[in-house]
């Protein structure tokens, strides 16, 4: 059906910067929002930062002024571009779109997760 990619991510010393990409692909009508959630062992899977159709962004306080969330329309593809990174942010990253892959049928798509480490 659908299908989400993610790239972008690694090893990055406090104060470094990423940026994530993920690319959705396969039977897409629309896309509702797409967004970013991470995960650290343990611990419940929390929003990043998503963005909808109408671009509407919405961002965790904890990234409020360091990250920033865009998208290319054409490309069905979104970006996470991560600064002034810190060691707290060390998790899995995992791309998510809310997509309608019929006229009538949506459903939530994850892609397979991104390692972000950070650290000196």
């Known amino acids: 059906q659908v299908q989400l990619v993610e790239s972008g991510g690694g090893l990055v010393q406090p104060g470094g910067s990423l940026r994530l990409s993920c690319a959705a692909s396969?039977?897409?009508?629309?896309?509702?929002?797409m967004g970013w959630y991470r995960q650290a062992s343990g611990k419940q899977r929390e929003l990043v930062a998503s963005?909808?159709?109408?671009?509407?962004?919405n961002y965790a306080d904890s990234v409020k002024g360091r990250f920033t969330i865009s998208r290319d329309n054409a490309k069905n593809t979104v970006y996470l571009q991560m600064n002034s990174l810190k060691p707290e942010d060390t998790e899995v990253y995992y791309c998510?779109?809310?997509?309608?892959?019929?006229?009538?049928?949506?459903?939530?798509?994850w892609g397979q997760g991104t390692q972000v480490t950070v650290s000196s």
């Open positions: 998510n779109g809310r997509i309608y892959y019929s006229e009538t049928r949506w459903d939530d798509f």
């Open positions: 396969g039977s897409i009508f629309s896309i509702v929002a």
């Open positions: 963005i909808n159709a109408g671009g509407g962004l």
